[in-house]
């Protein structure tokens, strides 16, 4: 296992496309998140599963915006008609289930840039 | 919803030194604080992590502390070394299933 794995690792669009990006969590990690990080600051957070549930998404998740995780494993997030603002580190995470709160562990991330 | 400043954004120190990162939360629920050191275009990574059941905590050169009466939480590096030198970030848990919602970040520049 090499921890969380991301595709893309960059990504250059010109605005008005749309770009999917992938995550492959940790194998035995059921819960999945995505953050979204620009530069000079701290990941914010956009949406959350636990398997195949989508159970939160932030206010920052316009409707452009959709994440899927169809089997409860790998991850999809999809921007349509991207923007400029949309130009950002996007990143994916996962964490295990169990008695308290669990660490957890982040991919190298998909760079967007929109031209 | 949570909350987290952290202080301060930029920090030096020379090889050697000691450096201290300070973080403040809002929702008195969080019961978890993991902390995470990103390099440049590197993933965030966790380096140490804290409970709220636990006042501090320690390993090797990194301890955290947590006053939740105030709600702060600090990092401290001890003998500091170049390779020392990223982005530290504090973060805060919400209970409901882990959100981890971070703080803006403490740029460490160990000098040699």
């Known amino acids: 296992d090499t921890g969380v794995s991301q595709n893309p690792r960059h990504k250059i669009t010109k605005r008005g496309q749309n770009v999917t990006f992938r995550c492959d969590p940790i194998?035995?990690?059921?819960?999945l998140y995505w953050y979204r990080q620009t530069l000079g600051q701290g990941p914010e957070f956009l949406t959350y599963?636990?398997?195949?549930?989508?159970?939160?998404k932030s206010r920052l998740l316009s409707d452009r915006f959709s994440a899927e995780r169809p089997k409860g494993s790998f991850s999809t997030l999809e921007i349509q008609r991207t923007e400029q603002g949309d130009s950002a580190m996007y990143l994916c995470?996962?964490?295990?289930?169990?008695?308290?709160?669990?660490?957890?562990?982040f991919g190298d991330g998909t760079r967007l840039s929109i031209l | 919803g949570e909350n987290v400043e952290q202080h301060p954004s930029t920090l030096s120190v020379q090889e050697g030194d000691s450096a201290v990162i300070k973080c403040t939360y809002s929702?008195?629920?969080?019961?978890?604080f993991p902390w995470y050191k990103q390099e440049l275009g590197k993933r965030p990574q966790l380096i140490i992590d804290?409970?709220?059941?636990?006042g501090e905590k320690k390993d090797q050169r990194i301890a955290v502390t947590l006053n939740k009466t105030a709600k702060h939480f600090s990092l401290h590096i001890t003998e500091t070394q170049p390779e020392d030198s990223a982005v530290y970030f504090c973060?805060?848990?919400?209970?409901?299933?882990?959100?981890?919602?971070f703080g803006p970040g403490t740029s460490l520049s160990v000098i040699p």
């Open positions: 995470a996962s964490s295990a289930t169990g008695a308290g709160n669990q660490p957890q562990h």
């Open positions: 194998s035995e990690h059921n819960r």
């Open positions: 599963f636990q398997n195949e549930a989508q159970l939160e």
């Open positions: 929702d008195s629920a969080s019961n978890y």
């Open positions: 804290i409970r709220s059941n636990v």
């Open positions: 973060a805060a848990t919400e209970t409901s299933y882990d959100k981890v919602i």
